[in-house]
């Protein structure tokens, strides 16, 4: 039993410390025609205290997204054990996930997408056993992230839906 949490603990634990040597600093949103970059701190201070940097304000009323429907998609919370979720993301089904969520959540040069996602993914989920879109982004590998803004809310469904009807499988 020891042993079988020893490579995900390991992987997350790798992870975490790349993730302090390398996070994104922008995100380059993009909503139907309009696509903006704004930078991840200004996305965490909606997050975590509501206000509104005036840049990221213009993007969103250029895109037509509310910013109170914003912040909520970005503090939406999925519960999930971090073990579990890297040792999910690593199965056959968890890589189908991950490709599917990489077309919405991406690198620039949609290179190594899936790898950056899964790190990015169970990095979120170490310290408090939950994932949300802030700290998916904020923890993000690489220092510029593409997110299909229209598409993010169905990804965080998708995502919740098939955490909750997968058994605790024995990876």
Do not use: W
């Amino acid at each position: 039993m020891f042993k079988n949490l020893l490579l995900p603990l390991g992987i997350s634990i790798f992870l975490g410390v790349c993730q302090s040597l390398s996070a994104a600093e922008s995100a380059i949103i993009k909503y139907h025609i309009f696509q903006g970059s704004v930078s991840v701190s200004e996305l965490k201070q909606l997050s975590e205290t509501g206000e509104l940097a005036p840049a990221l304000a213009a993007q969103l009323k250029m895109a037509n997204q509310k910013p109170e429907e914003f912040r909520k998609i970005l503090n939406r919370r999925v519960a999930v054990d971090a073990v579990f979720l890297s040792k999910f993301l690593n199965s056959f089904f968890g890589e189908s996930l991950l490709d599917y969520a990489a077309e919405i959540v991406h690198t620039p040069n949609r290179a190594a997408s899936r790898q950056a996602l899964r790190g990015s993914l169970v990095t979120s989920a170490l310290n408090d056993n939950e994932i949300q879109i802030i700290e998916v982004l904020d923890n993000y590998p690489t220092s510029e992230v593409h997110v299909d803004g229209n598409r993010l809310l169905d990804l965080i469904n998708q995502i919740e839906s098939v955490l909750k009807k997968m058994p605790r499988l024995p990876f």
